[in-house]
């Protein structure tokens, strides 16, 4: 049984058709990614999974419960939590502070201090800047740090949504190699992002979308040799 179920999900902005019947689905412990071009509906599937944009049809499943109809931050405390794209930091507040938001549903003090001992483990440059405004972080270590802020909510699926954008390629390595980290300690990935080469490098399995379509699933190795997949998104005539 997956854990997460996508089931022919239509979405809209206004009276746009965003998504036209997305189905996929990720198993416990998988990573798995979701590559397109730029207006494909790869934020937008995001979106609908976590109740940010709510779908007219179709159903959104964490571990057999419906979450189509769920409070966003409800969504949250069942176990979803999304890293958006362009890092979405609170620039006023301190990276504790930040780390602290992503903490919100729990109350437990000791579970605080495990999880902070665990972003900071994960992400040592955090623990070195933990007094200092997230706004003033470079922009490797916001995404940093819009991670760990998610991972303190302690999630069973991970969304990550384009985390190598506007970075560059040593910190891109870097971010990447931190993805199959959390994902070994047991975090349940779903990844969107255009760098299709790194994500099916790390992928178990991949969704190819276009147009708010799924034209194409399969292994991320097979992907990887697909000869659509490579003209498309890997830049190989």
């Known amino acids: 049984m997956s854990l997460l179920e996508i089931k ?17 689905s990720v198993d416990e ?9 730029n207006g494909a509906g790869k934020s937008t599937t995001l979106k609908t999974i976590s109740g940010i944009v709510r779908p007219r ?27 958006p794209e362009g890092r979405g930091v609170f620039a006023r507040l301190t990276v504790l502070e930040n780390l602290e938001m992503g903490a919100y549903i729990h109350n437990d003090n000791q579970q605080l201090a495990d999880d902070l001992a665990r972003v900071f483990d994960i992400f040592p440059r955090l623990k070195e800047r933990y007094k200092q405004a997230a706004g003033t ?10 991670m760990g802020r998610a991972l303190m909510a302690r999630p069973k699926v991970l969304l990550l949504d384009e985390p190598s954008m ?6 891109v390595k870097n971010i990447f190699e931190t993805i199959i980290t959390i994902n070994n ?12 080469r790194m994500a099916l490098e790390i992928a178990t399995r991949g969704y190819v979308i276009q147009t708010g379509e799924i034209v194409l699933e399969d292994d991320a190795k097979a992907l990887q040799s697909n000869e659509m997949v490579q003209k498309a998104y890997l830049g190989i005539d």
Not at 29 to 37: D, K, P, R
Not at 166 to 171: E, F, V
Not at 187 to 193: D, F, H, R, S
């Open 8 to 24: 022919d999900v239509h979405s809209y902005y206004g009276a746009i058709h965003a998504l036209k019947g997305i189905t996929l």
């Open 29 to 37: 412990g998988e990573i798995v990614t979701l590559i397109g071009a």
């Open 57 to 83: 049809h179709g159903a959104v499943v964490l571990a057999g419960e419906d979450l189509s109809n769920v409070a966003t931050h409800d969504i949250v405390t069942k176990g979803i939590s999304q890293v």
């Open 137 to 146: 972080l470079s922009g490797g270590e916001q995404q940093m740090l819009a």
């Open 166 to 171: 506007g970075l560059a390629p040593l910190l």
């Open 185 to 196: 300690e047991g975090t349940t990935i779903l990844l969107v992002e255009q760098n299709a």
